[in-house]
Structures are given as C-alpha cells and as structure tokens.
C-alpha cells in the first residue's frame, strides 16, 4: 500500500522534488509478445501494479505495449524531447521485455536495442535539456543471455 507523504524533506544533498500534485513522468514499455521468442507471460500484472505506484506517488504513467524496434526508438525519442519534463522533478522509464547479453533489449519484431546507445544517451544533459539537473530513472527488466538463475534458499 502506497501512503501519502506527510512532510518534504529539504537537504542539498536531495534533489528538490517540490509539492504538487504532478512529480514527473513514466513512460513503461512492455514487450509481452514477440515474432519468435516466447510471450513474457504475467508481464501485464507487472505493468499494472508498477501503474498504480506511480500514480500514487504523483507521477503522469503512460504505458507502450509490444513496440517494432522503429517503434521503440520514436516512442523514446518522443519522450526524451517531451516538454512536461520542464515542469517534472523526476524521469522514470521502465523497459520490460526479453534482452540479450551485451545490454540487448529484445522488440516485439525480435529486432534488438542497445540500452547505452539507443536508449540512455538519449536522455543524457546534451539530447535532453528539459531534463538537466533532475533526476532520471532507468528501471530494466529484461534478461541478459539464456542462462537459468535457479535462485537460492531463503533463510529461516
């Protein structure tokens, strides 16, 4: 359960996010179906409880579904150039989708996108002025190669 906060801490060392009802923007892509590789079933359950957080905690969510590589690529480059980051405190983008080792990220096309070329640099202080001097997260849920993480045992 998401709470209202009660008081804003002010500190130099935290980036100012003011009141108000409108914190910044999230942009979530989700890549739940592909041409090829198999469809990230439970992916929406994600998406709608990352949705409902944002919302919560005063953030304007737009949510992409199963985006071609061409579409992806204008999707970010729209919301990089976006001018409500003028008024926003804070970025957030969220990529759920398949991805390969070397920083992939796998398209609905099964086409690939590089996370440091073509997704960060977009947002760095040169191609993206509405967003300098604020804080810009980047949330990736994607695996990096074909290897299984069995995981481990819980304590207790």
Known sequence: ??????????????????PGVLRGQVLIINNENFQQLA???GS???VA??????TKLGFLVDVKENLTKRETLEVLMDFSQNKGHITGHVMILVVLSHGEKGGKIITHD???VD?????LRNFNNEN??????????????ACQGDEVDMGVKARG
């Not at 409880?49 to 944002?54: A, D, G, R």
């Not at 996370?115 to 997704?119: R, T």
């Not at 993206?128 to 849920?141: D, N, T």
Request: positive net charge.
């Open 110 to 112: 099964d086409k690939n």
């Open 49 to 54: 409880n990352l949705k409902t957080l944002f």
């Open 128 to 141: 993206c002025p509405y967003l300098r001097g604020k804080p810009k997260v980047f949330l990736f849920q």
């Open 1 to 18: 359960k998401v709470e209202h906060a009660t008081k804003v801490i002010k500190d130099k060392n935290i980036y100012p996010i003011g």
């Open 115 to 119: 996370i440091n070329v073509d997704i």
């Open 44 to 46: 929406q359950v994600d």
């Open 39 to 41: 469809t990230r079933t």
